[in-house]
């Protein structure tokens, strides 16, 4: 994996050299805010690359140089401090990794937890000292809240809370399960737009448990010498975004249909917008970005796939040939497929140092290689044995017989395997989306941050059809092939 480590690097080096590169996280106001600062220093933005964990790898490996972030966040998760440390307090602290904080935007974006006004109002419930009375209450937390220190395991502390550690919910998804009663508290950002279109009522942190959550840029320390234009440009937005502006971008996007360019247009906008139009299933799966996302999917899939084809056959053959290292290989095939993909995709980011597509094509290489280590073994061992023999006794050397007999009865096996890895794949990588790899998995992230079913429907249709028709290529070339081998005994 060297070369590509070194790959990467320099793409790495070579975006950087171009232009200003902006990240985001996976959920609705950090997609806008990325959009809005691209917008504002004509830079690249690089869009839900998931949960804080793997955005700030990315900036620290380089493969972005700001994205937006929240003072309680970098204190609280990044740098593990305690108190309530200020801007200046923060840069200080993040100097020695090579990173800055700085242009605070103008508004807070506090944790917050919250439930139906009507059900709140039922049990008595205003603070969140008063969830200790109702143990019995259903919570539905996000992944990161329920894992982070000023969530969940920080929050139950503070309190007292008796309730158990609840299952994750994809913050675009609890809104619709908490208005359909499924559960009674989830936890919120102050500048939620679907806050009002629930009616939930905030609870009051009457403990004052959470930090401040400014919203701030978090950049590489040599950032803004680097790109001195853009960051002057960026520097203009310090104090003009209100709370009251941000949830209006967060609503557009949310209740109203409009992408997160759109929205973050609203920014600054004078006089009326552009009317909100449905998102309708056709037009937005036959969208611009189709063809786009169409080559990057296949790119994902066919390098990886020829990958794991060039390396996944030779340790088949190794495992079927070499019975002391036939365990050893199939165990560390079968060890991989068990790692978590966000998992694997963080690790790989600050392994290569880079995000988007090379270690996706790493993990996807990585994860393909099971079904074709496991099928050429099979198929080999399968080989009939009185064959073998037969090749040896007319003459032919071992890898005469391996070419000639071994490897054709084992072909379809083997063919077998590359197909099942194949459409592994096609779905596999809709997940490196997550880490700004492209593909039809764009669309589902940004369907599971709106809660949009058109959006993610969108993404996930492609994605099926593709895997079909995959699937249905290599079921034709193996019969193809199957034709041809009769044809050649008839003869």
Known sequence: ????????????????????????????????????????????????????????????????????????TIASEILRLDGRPTIGELDRALAPLGLGVGVPLGFSNSYALAM?????????????????????????????????????????????????????????????????????????????????????????????????????????????????????????????????QMIRMNAAAELEGRTFAQAAALFGAAGGAEPAR???????????????????HLLLVCASLAASIAVGVPLGLAAAKLSRVAPLIMAAVGVIQTIPSLALFAFLIALVGAIGTVPALIALFLYALLPIVRNTQAGLAQAGRGLVQAGMAIGLSPLQVLRRVELPLALPSILAGIKTSAVINVGTATIAAFIGAGGYGERIAAGLALNDHVTLLAGAIPAAVLALLVQGAFELGERRFAWMARSRRER
Request: hydrophobic fraction near 45%; include cysteine; glycine fraction near 10%.
């Open 1 to 72: 994996m060297r070369w590509l480590a070194l790959l990467a690097a320099a793409v790495a080096c070579a975006a950087h050299a171009e232009t200003l590169t902006v990240g985001s996280k996976r959920f609705t106001e950090s997609y806008i805010l990325g959009e809005l600062l691209a917008r504002v220093a004509d830079a690249r933005h690089q869009p839900g690359l998931g949960s804080t964990g793997i955005v700030f790898a990315a900036l620290k490996a380089g493969s972005i140089d700001l994205y937006p972030e929240y003072t309680g």
């Open 278 to 296: 449905e998102r309708r299933l056709l037009a937005t799966l036959l969208g611009p970005d189709f063809w786009r996302l169409t080559r990057e």
């Open 116 to 244: 139906r006004e009507d059900r709140a109002q039922a049990l008595g419930i205003r603070a969140l000292s008063d969830l200790a009375r109702h143990p019995r209450l259903k919570l539905g937390l996000s992944q990161e809240f329920i894992g982070r220190a000023d969530g969940w395991p920080g929050l139950k502390a503070a309190y007292g809370l008796p309730h158990d550690a609840p299952g994750g919910l994809d913050h675009g998804l609890a809104y619709e399960a908490i208005g359909a009663g499924r559960i009674d508290v989830i936890d919120v950002y102050a500048t939620d737009a679907k806050i009002a279109r629930y009616g939930l009522r905030v609870l009051a942190d009457d403990r004052a448990f959470f930090p401040r959550y400014d919203a701030v840029l978090l950049y590489r320390r040599d950032a803004p010498a680097r790109f001195p234009r853009e960051f002057s440009r960026l520097k203009t937005l310090e104090g003009r975004i209100d709370e009251r």
